[in-house]
């Protein structure tokens, strides 16, 4: 097939755009940069556009149709206040996304992500009531009800896939807006004591990067539309995850605990994965320890993977 992926020098973008090469699908990559890393596509051989999707997209409209879209493009700097600019990027971004899609007929598979779930109970499921935190949450939940807006003007309805907390390799150029998973390695691969929010009893669900490019890819042939969780259904503490770091690096650091100074994480998310594994067929391969052993074999763990 013929694919477009949005937001392709990014930490997911990148990974799915590899995958999808990989098997077989001539793949576009359209991003504008701005917080992508051009690292991530050093192996990718595939078009690559600089455009920015929430301004002008008379670049991509004159192309030859796509027949999948995926969008990954986003602001993901969950500590941006400035409400304008994260509502113009993120939901304008997907308007003018799923305008073409409109015209070319293609199918949409965009991120979401759990922050609409807020401080909602837990097993976290696409039926709750919405509690997003902060304005990134909220507009990824705008983004959900555009998407309803759409459905009938597209050929095929739209899927979101909410993302719980993501992690693997192609992240570093994040910094510290990176996985918590590599951000404590970093730390412990230079001798020093990781820090986690006292008392590090707080719980999330860690899925790792290959299990959501699967369930992006299982999604092309969904019948279904609307919103589906993607993580790994368990959550693990800050404590356990230190636990699975220092046995994964044969370190023996204690956690170093300081006050969280955000008042919109949330306590414990956990991916019910029910209607994920009925409309996608997504089953994750991963828990923690494997998927922080996959990491490590991959070398970029804790590491610097750009310059």
């Not at 991003?31 to 690292?39: N, T």
């Not at 690559?48 to 990954?72: C, K, M, W």
């Not at 170093?256 to 994480?265: I, R």
Request: hydrophobic share 35%; charged share 25%.
């Amino acid at each position: 097939m013929r694919i477009l992926v949005t937001g392709g020098a990014g930490f997911i973008g990148s990974n799915l755009a590899s995958q999808l090469v990989s098997a077989g699908h001539e793949v576009v990559v359209a991003d504008d940069f701005s917080s992508a890393h051009w690292s991530n596509l050093v192996g990718f051989r595939g078009e690559v556009l600089t455009v920015d999707v929430a301004g002008d997209v008379s670049s991509l409209r004159g192309r030859n149709p796509f027949e999948v879209i995926f969008h990954q493009a986003s602001i993901t700097d969950t500590t941006v206040l400035d409400q304008r600019k994260m509502m113009l990027n993120n939901v304008e971004g997907f308007r003018n996304i799923l305008k073409l899609a409109q015209e070319w007929k293609s199918r949409v598979i965009w991120a979401g992500s759990a922050s609409v779930y807020g401080r909602g109970k837990a097993p976290n499921r696409e039926s709750a009531a919405p509690g997003p935190l902060n304005v990134y949450g909220y507009s990824k939940l705008a983004m959900e009800r555009l998407a309803e807006q759409y459905n009938e003007k597209l050929s095929r309805p739209a899927i979101g896939l909410r993302y719980f907390n993501v992690y693997g390799p192609s992240e570093d150029h994040k910094g510290k807006f990176a996985s918590m998973i590599h951000q404590l390695a970093k730390q412990m691969r230079a001798g020093k004591r990781p820090r986690v929010f006292t008392a590090g009893e707080q719980r999330r669900d860690f899925v790792y990067i290959d299990d959501v490019v699967r369930a992006n890819i299982n999604a092309i042939k969904s019948t279904q539309g609307g919103v589906f969780n993607v993580g790994s259904g368990k959550s693990w503490t800050f404590n356990e995850v230190v636990a699975e770091l220092n046995r994964a690096l044969k370190t023996n650091l204690a956690p170093e605990y300081f006050d969280n100074p955000y008042s919109f994480t949330q306590d414990r998310t956990e991916a019910d994965l029910t209607e994920s594994r009925r409309g996608l067929g997504y089953e994750p391969k991963f828990d923690l320890a494997r998927g922080i052993d996959a990491y490590l074999a991959s070398g970029t763990l804790g590491n610097r993977s750009c310059q």
